[in-house]
T-cell receptor, first 111, second 117 residues
Framework: TQLLEQSPQFLSIQEGENLTVYCNSS?????LQWYRQEPGEGPVLLVTVVTGGEVKKLKRLTFQFGDARKDSSLHITAAQTGDTGLYLC???????????FGSGTQLTVLP | DTGVSQDPRHKITKRGQNVTFRCDPI?????LYWYRQTLGQGPEFLTYFQNEAQLEKSRLLSDRFSAERPKGSFSTLEIQRTEQGDSAMYLCASSPRLAGGQYNEQFFGPGTRLTVL
């Protein structure tokens, strides 16, 4: 069974601060996705990383895929209140043919 | 709006009743997935279709659950004899076939929140 562990589970910070969220597994994934989910809504895809060591930037968000394709991180610079939400990582393995999700990091950015 | 849509958004039912949910995927996506999400957890895979064929089912999908995608477009998920433990958000996602034949990216609908009393 593939397992994705996210840390921290909860994170509360002040607006303007930086933060990093981690996603770790003992399994190798062919690709990894990051989603953000708001209460009562479905997850919204933020980024897909597929190459070991890959770094992708989306405005103030920086995503990195580990060299061994077992872990990933999401770094947010100068957090804003609009960044509040549940951040989910999900790994896709060709052998499993479906996404395995982590349990998420609930981020709260305070004004 | 050309995103994934789900209906209804909310469903409250009594234990023992049957419920059916509908999902309309993005039109050019030939893979469709169903997930279940409980509070404080990430989505858990239930089943997926490629066109009208149901290719994989999770062990989470008990005999009371059945999913169909009769014409390879919309899909329905039916739960028979609902139990309180079925209370959850049921999410549908669709996926395009990318260059190289991969289906890495999934786009989610807003979900159906089921409450079983």
């Amino acid at each position: 069974t593939q397992l994705l562990e996210q840390s921290p589970q909860f994170l509360s910070i002040q607006e303007g601060e930086n933060l990093t969220v981690y996603c770790n597994s003992s399994s190798v994934f062919s690709s990894l996705q990051w989603y953000r989910q708001e209460p009562g809504e479905g997850p919204v895809l933020l980024v897909t990383v597929v190459t070991g060591g890959e770094v992708k930037k989306l405005k103030r968000l920086t995503f990195q895929f580990g060299d061994a394709r077992k872990d990933s991180s999401l770094h947010i610079t100068a957090a804003q209140t609009g960044d509040t939400g549940l951040y989910l990582c999900a790994g896709f393995s060709g052998s499993a043919r479906q996404l395995t999700f982590g349990s998420g990091t609930q981020l709260t950015v305070l004004p | 709006d050309t995103g994934v849509s789900q209906d209804p958004r909310h469903k409250i039912t009594k234990r023992g009743q049957n419920v059916t949910f509908r999902c309309d995927p993005i039109s050019e996506h030939n893979r469709l997935y169903w997930y279940r999400q409980t509070l404080g957890q990430g989505p858990e895979f239930l089943t997926y279709f490629q066109n009208e064929a149901q290719l994989e089912k999770s062990r989470l999908l008990s005999d009371r659950f059945s999913a169909e995608r009769p014409k390879g477009s919309f899909s329905t998920l039916e739960i028979q004899r609902t139990e309180q433990g079925d209370s959850a958000m049921y999410l549908c996602a669709s996926s395009p076939r990318l260059a190289g034949g991969q289906y890495n990216e999934q786009f989610f609908g807003p979900g159906t929140r089921l409450t079983v009393l």
